[in-house]
């Protein structure tokens, strides 16, 4: 159930988005996850497009048109859109199908649904064939339609000759001068100190930046430079921060990190409303 739920869109750092949606076609974004996600998310919501929208994280099975295909279509119900007919995949269904045909059959069945996010936490060969698949989607349906295939990790480069539009990941000097224009509580100098310490990693730079804002106030102003490299640096803000948090919170931490993402309705029992697992899980809707 988890991998057709969508994340919240954005609402931690308001600067954070480092790119701008285009309108129609297949769009292949690269990013990492804790940043990627919730970026696309706050994208469509802005352009009041996510509630047109089917959000799918892929599985191993889904390598088989056939099983992307009704996975789709689940996703498509569970998140409330039409669904004009059920989509077998048992021991009735076409022992193959194309692209091409999977395409024609997500057009006819899924009435309401304008969007389609595919999210692949590791690109290996299924992720072509998904990218197959949406663009053959689009290909049966009117201009205005769009499909979103989000790696986290690099875009292989047969991958990208499929797509009308590649947005890679912007770097982190790019990251650095989008945080100093946005209202984040960040000092410039200590921004410049965290740097060098998460080199080009772009997520762990809105990550700690978001424990600093939500967790520990004083954490990034508190770091040294001189003392702790790369990988330290993370255990010691892990060390700092995670003293402070609630029975409750370790609970719903512990559960959220089986899937990657957090939700409420995953920890038993559910911890108060106000528990916010930033910096470490990034939220889901419903």
Known sequence: MCRVLR???????????????????LAL??????????????????????????????????SDPRCLLESLVRAARHAGHEVLEDVAIGDDAPDALSHEQVGRRLAQVLSTARVLVVEDDLATDRSAQAVRTLAAWLRDLEPGARAIYL?????RRRIKRIADHVLEDMG??????????????????????????????????YDIIDAA????????????????????LLERINDRILPTVTP???????????????????????????????????????
């Not at 790696?151 to 875009?155: A, E, M, Q």
């Open 213 to 232: 804002r939500l967790r520990d106030h004083e954490l990034l102003s508190d770091l040294n430079v001189r003392k702790f490299r790369y990988r330290s």
């Open 7 to 25: 994340p919240l869109a954005g609402e931690s750092l308001q600067s954070r988005s480092s790119f701008s949606l285009p309108s129609d076609g």
């Open 29 to 62: 974004i690269a990013g990492p996850q804790s940043v990627a996600s919730e970026d696309v998310a706050k994208e469509l919501a802005s352009q009041g497009a996510l509630d047109a929208t089917v959000w799918l994280r892929l599985d191993a099975l889904d």
């Open 172 to 205: 982190i000097v790019e990251s650095v001068a989008a945080l100093m224009q946005g209202e984040n509580g960040c000092h410039a100098e200590d921004l410049a100190r965290l740097v060098p310490l998460v080199k080009d990693d772009r997520a762990i730079l």
């Open 151 to 155: 790696c986290h990790g690099s875009l």
């Open 248 to 286: 409750a919170e370790l609970l719903a931490l512990s559960t959220a990190t089986r899937t990657g993402y957090w939700h409420r309705d995953l920890s038993d029992p559910a911890p108060p409303p106000e528990i916010i697992l930033r910096p470490w899980m990034v939220a889901l809707e419903e």
